[in-house]
């Protein structure tokens, strides 16, 4: 007797890389964290926060998205500046679709009309978010679809609020679909590319970043040095902190280490929450003059050296 059953048809699997790209402070990293439903991204009020590439995986239906969060595109006046926009334009270009993502309280002004002036000679499928907006009345909405899709050519517009997660399951759906068929890129359960000790790094630079905002400048930047898992189960991570001068180590440490022992509570707890083991924390203030015209620096960011 002729076997007529039949395996069930499978589903193809799809994967591919999302490029978020947009002006500072637009919303990227927190809708990476929201998209990915994990923290992979660092988030501050901070301008330029995101440096370089960090890649956050989310599984959506059959899809493996891979979202890179690129630092804010801007006019760059430092040769840090500049290896940072280099790097944001650079994984727009790798990514299999790129998406704009538009704060609807500033609208087309500034970095954001440039972005939009730049994206006409991409070629690769373009989607426009515009984000806050509960912030924004709704025919204003409209008016910024209108006008940035009279620009460039996107194949789709979403309104989203990134903080609140309103129109994301929508954008998810659209993504997962889009992207082309082929094998997941990374394990089911990886959330981001990101070495544990960079990523540890990147969030003691946003504990510093929330804590001392409006007192250190821009330019200061965190490593992990020393890294030990210990026998009892914990970790002991030491970190440096540099900055430029002697002044801006004092705002650091603050009085009497005030600062930096909030910083490494903070710091501390949100590591150990993220590896699932108690950490030991460690903090040391640096100062390297001219750390931004470092090489070496360049490396631990995952930016390229520019002239």
Not at 75 to 82: A, I, T, V, Y
Not at 200 to 219: D, N, S, V, W
């Amino acid at each position: 007797m002729e076997d007529t059953e039949r395996a069930a048809p499978t589903v193809p699997t799809r994967s591919g890389f999302v490029a978020l790209i947009g002006a500072t402070n637009a919303g990227k990293s927190t809708l990476v964290n929201r998209l990915v439903g994990a923290k992979v991204s660092i988030v501050s009020h901070k301008v330029q926060t995101t440096r370089a590439i960090i890649r956050g995986i989310a599984i959506h239906d059959n899809a493996q998205i891979v979202f890179m969060d690129t630092p804010g595109i801007f006019k760059p006046r430092r040769r840090l500046d500049r290896a940072m926009v280099t790097t944001a334009w650079g994984g727009a270009k790798d990514a299999d679709i790129i998406v704009l993502l538009i704060d609807a309280e500033r609208g087309i002004k500034g970095d954001a009309e440039k972005i939009l002036e730049a994206l006409k000679d991409v070629k690769q499928p373009k989607i426009l978010l515009l984000n806050k907006i509960d912030q924004v009345r709704h025919e204003a909405l409209l008016e910024l679809t209108q006008a940035a899709n009279e620009m460039v050519n996107f194949e789709a517009t979403f309104m989203i609020s990134a903080l609140k997660g309103a129109g994301c399951d929508d954008l998810m759906n659209y993504l997962s679909s889009a992207l082309p068929e082929g094998p997941w890129y990374y394990p089911e359960d990886q959330i981001s590319d990101l070495p544990m000790r960079q990523l540890a790094a990147e969030i003691t630079r946003e504990k510093l970043f929330l804590r001392l905002h409006q007192e250190l400048p821009y330019a200061s930047h965190v490593e992990t040095e020393k890294w030990e898992e210990r026998k009892d189960g914990s970790v002991r991570i030491e970190q440096v902190i540099y900055v430029e001068r002697d002044s801006q180590k004092k705002i650091a440490l603050g009085k009497g280490g005030e600062a930096i022992k909030a910083i490494s509570t903070a710091a501390r707890k949100e590591i150990a929450e993220i590896l699932e083991q108690p950490v030991h924390l460690f903090l040391f203030v640096k100062v390297r003059e001219n750390w931004g015209d470092d090489p070496e620096r360049f490396r631990e960011m995952g930016l390229d050296f520019t002239k």
